[in-house]
């Protein structure tokens, strides 16, 4: 099932034309890895799905892009963000406690019961591989976590306004190998109940969780499949080129 | 031939000479207040009303008169200056009239307080009505510290990450409860910090005071906003200049109260701005 799509795709800020018509298809319950080399757009195609850049100033956008067949301006775009949930760059908790971090997103849709806070604040830290490590301190402020934990901490923030679809922005580039792993084990078993999109600067990363990648150049989509055919025989020389890093 | 090691020292010199000639007239200012006016202080000056056409008494009712019009003056610049803040800062965007806003509030700020005392004298007194009364003059001295309120708090507000709104609307919040749930509690230590620079500005001015509220000698507690009061800045300058006679003491008595108030009133700014630093998580 196609569960968000994007149809000639174009995206400018100001003069500069970040995204040139692209057209994709993602499928629920895939991961689908998003390689390029910098400045190839891919943030700014991430941040179209749940309309972040809506913010930005001089931003114009063409095109359409689709959840489950729906123009994403056609709805309210809070409802489009809590279906379409994100996870950043770098560990961003808010200056709030580890609890109140993961309930924020959870009470700004009214909900107040503290028992349902409780069991969806639980749920999500276990979701985020967190739970063990801060059941005991929950009402420690989120900074005083390690960058491995505060990036499974905004994971499992993100994860507790239950989207449909994660969008992760490079979220191990600050990490260490092992919170890497920690935080790539979480992506696959997420996917069983999310579709995930998965920005990245880490060839490798893709390699290891996508199922299918998407090859990213200048704004240009210049190639996406089967992750293993993107890494074995992939039909343009210049993604052959990126991933065996002979560039990028 | 010029030793270039010495030019260095005597130009930094120079320059610490700059710095510790800014230190000297606080310094001098406080030191000789403190020493002419501190004889003066006793439980009867701080609590009496003034005697003997002010020249002996106390200064209470000045107290309270000026305890008023600060407060007056933050009911209405705290809500209008913050709206504003929070206008300017998350909504507008770059077009002709956020620049004419801008524009008014530095040009706000540049106006000298006399001609804030006129046009509160015209105003409120005269066209609104409310006579010469606690409640013009609070209004008056409330618009003249709109532009510090405004800045600080828009200051306060932008130095909030950029990324913490992201993340918030990012997790399905509306613009409204960004600013309100992570915004705002943020930027609450500049925004105080400035409202207070604000009130001590406000407290210690006289002429906006002079036209729209100041009473020459009302040795009486006041009885609602209508009613006139006396201020520590403006009784100040009637015993320094109408009245004969005044013994200096309760000259320097008067203008060491008004100091203290106000420093009060910075040094409560500086420890919650130092309180909150400490505490500031990112």
Known sequence: MVKLETHDLNIWFGPAHVIKQVNVEIQANEILSVIGPSNSGKTTFLRTLNRLNDLSANYKISGKVELERKDIYAFDVELLRRKIGMVFALPLPLPLSIFENVAYGVRVTGIKNKKKLNEKVESALRQGYLWEEVKDRLDESAFKLSGGQQQRLCIARTLAVEPEIVLFDEPCSGLDPISTAKVEDAMVELKKKYTIVLVTNNVKQAARVGDRTAFFLSGELIEIDKTDRIFTAPRDKRTDGYVRGKFG | ?282
């Not at chain 2, 993340?167 to 749930?181: N, P």
Request: some cysteine; aromatic content about 10%.
């Open chain 2, 1 to 282: 031939m010029r030793n270039p090691y010495r030019t260095q020292k005597i130009a930094f010199f120079l320059l610490l000479l700059a710095t510790l000639l800014i230190v000297v007239p606080v310094g001098l200012i406080v030191v000789i207040i403190i020493q002419k006016g501190l004889p003066a202080i006793n439980w009867q000056f701080l609590s009496d009303i003034p005697r003997q056409g002010m020249r002996a008494g106390g200064i209470f009712p000045a107290i309270v008169g000026t305890l008023y019009l600060v407060t007056g003056a933050i009911i209405f610049a705290l809500p209008i200056g913050l709206l504003t803040a929070i206008y300017l800062s998350e909504y507008s965007k770059d077009n002709t009239l956020t620049r004419l806003i801008r524009l008014a509030i530095v040009n706000l700020a540049g106006v000298p307080s006399v001609v804030y005392g006129l046009f509160g004298l015209a105003l409120f007194v005269i066209f609104f009505k409310f006579g010469a009364s606690i409640l013009s003059g609070s209004l008056t001295l409330g618009i003249m510290i709109l532009p510090v309120i405004i800045t600080a708090s828009r200051e306060a507000l932008e130095s909030v990450p950029h990324s913490f709104r992201e993340v918030s609307l990012s997790l399905g919040a509306s613009k409204w409860q960004t600013i309100r749930h992570i915004v705002l509690p943020n930027a609450i230590p500049g925004i105080l910090t400035g409202t207070i620079l604000g009130l001590g500005r406000a407290a210690g001015e006289t002429a906006p005071i002079l036209f729209t509220v100041a009473a020459f000698y009302l040795p009486q507690l006041p009885d609602s906003i209508f009613d006139q009061v006396m201020a520590l800045p403006y009784h100040l300058y009637v015993i320094s200049t109408q009245v004969p006679n005044v013994n200096e003491k309760v000259r320097y008595g008067t203008a060491f109260v008004l100091l203290a108030l106000v420093l009060c009133m910075n040094l409560i700014a500086v420890i919650i701005r130092s309180k909150f630093r400490k505490k500031k998580k990112w």
